[in-house]
Nanobody
Framework: QVHLVESGGGLVQAGGSLRLSCAASGRTFSNYHMGWFRQAPAKEREFVAAIRWSGESTYYADSVKGRFTISRDNAKNTVYLQMRSLEPEDTAVYYC??????????????WGQGTQVTVSS
């Protein structure tokens, strides 16, 4: 029954930076491993980054490794995605979701509306 709201997306030039936020409410936020996913036009949703419930471990897709940083603040019930050196290929709708560690798959339930990130060249 956790409710997630993504924000922080927008239009940015290639090479620029953007920070996304995901605010959670409902169930105890700190109980969940969290992840970011994205979906580009006409493509399937794909995994981007994950962080364990305590924040001690993170994991990234190869396409964003070294450029994106996931973090969380359990006191604020918020997870972040700091995006640097953005490329046009990063253009997508970004979603956050509770997830299973190891398989890096999202938990069941509905997805939020996400936040649009558009990178111009």
């Amino acid at each position: 029954q956790v409710h997630l709201v993504e924000s922080g997306g927008g239009l940015v030039q290639a090479g620029g930076s953007l920070r996304l936020s995901c605010a959670a409410s409902g169930r105890t936020f700190s109980n969940y491993h969290m992840g970011w996913f994205r979906q580009a036009p006409a493509k399937e949703r794909e995994f981007v980054a994950a962080i364990r419930w305590s924040g001690e471990s993170t994991y990234y897709a190869d396409s964003v490794k070294g450029r994106f940083t996931i973090s969380r603040d359990n006191a604020k019930n918020t997870v972040y995605l700091q995006m640097r050196s953005l490329e046009p290929e990063d253009t997508a709708v970004y979603y956050c979701k509770g997830m299973t560690w190891g398989t890096m798959t999202p938990l069941g339930g509905s997805w939020g509306q996400g936040t649009q990130v558009t990178v111009s060249s």
